[in-house]
């Protein structure tokens, strides 16, 4: 039973190159979370989404980030125009159905690292 | 004021000690708490969730809720060097989970 499946593991991009990040959830999971973990902070949420909707996005940046979950394939993680404070490990989740209740739980992926150089 | 606050570290114990972490949350309407593991360059790890007042315990690992606190705390009993991680509390209300800063613990062999 695969977990949640992210690539690249590691991406190094030059400033003004875009970055994109890959997340297939688990088996039978329809609802993805995109998180950043900044060096030394902890995880802060970016965005929610479900098949083709974007549910929640009031943690991505307003600009040059965005994120799709289309019906078929992975979700995808967009940045433009990358810059040195992109560099972070970005961590894909995914669970069941919605609500933190018993039952739900929200598993990560192994996260993907993106230098920016 | 952050969201979800932890007792700053790092932590430092012997092997088989007790290692305590701690853990506050200003939302009163979070509902649902969590405790990762998470070792460094590798993905949080879910080592307790806790939904209601009072103590869980899993093994090693007993978490404890007091929502009128809103604090929550996670017990490592009979620590091992392989506990070596930082460990995050997460809360939430819905969907959102919102992290601690994450306090690292050393276990000393």
């Known amino acids: 039973n695969a977990g949640v499946m992210q690539n690249p593991r590691h991406l190094v991009r030059r400033r003004g190159q875009e970055a994109r990040l890959r997340c297939s959830p688990m088996?039978?999971?329809?609802?993805v979370y995109w998180y950043r973990q900044l060096p030394e902070e902890g995880l802060k949420f970016m965005v929610y989404?479900?098949?083709?909707?974007?549910?929640?996005e009031s943690g991505m940046p307003k600009e040059r980030f965005s994120a799709e979950f289309p019906k078929e394939g992975p979700s995808i993680l967009r940045i433009q125009q990358v810059v040195r404070g992109d560099s972070a490990a970005y961590f894909c989740?995914?669970?069941?159905?919605?609500?933190?209740?018993?039952?739900?739980?929200?598993?990560f992926g192994e996260g993907s690292w993106l230098t920016v150089v | 004021q952050k969201e979800v606050e932890q007792n700053s570290g790092p932590l430092s114990v012997p092997e088989g000690a007790i290692a305590s972490l701690n853990c506050t949350y200003s939302?009163?309407?979070?509902?649902?708490f969590f405790w990762y593991r998470q070792y460094s360059g590798k993905s949080p790890e879910l080592i307790m969730s806790?939904?209601?007042?009072g103590d869980k315990e899993d093994g090693r690992f007993t978490a404890q809720l007091n929502k009128a606190s809103q604090y929550v705390s996670l017990l490592i009993r009979d620590s091992q060097p392989s506990d070596s991680a930082t460990y995050l509390c997460?809360?939430?209300?819905?969907?959102?989970?919102?992290f601690g800063a994450g306090t690292t613990v050393t276990v000393r062999a």
């Open positions: 989740a995914s669970s069941p159905r919605t609500g933190g209740d018993s039952g739900n739980t929200i598993y």
């Open positions: 088996k039978g999971h329809s609802h």
């Open positions: 989404l479900q098949k083709e909707n974007i549910i929640d």
């Open positions: 939302d009163r309407v979070s509902q649902s």
């Open positions: 806790i939904y209601s007042n």
């Open positions: 997460a809360a939430s209300n819905d969907y959102k989970l919102s």
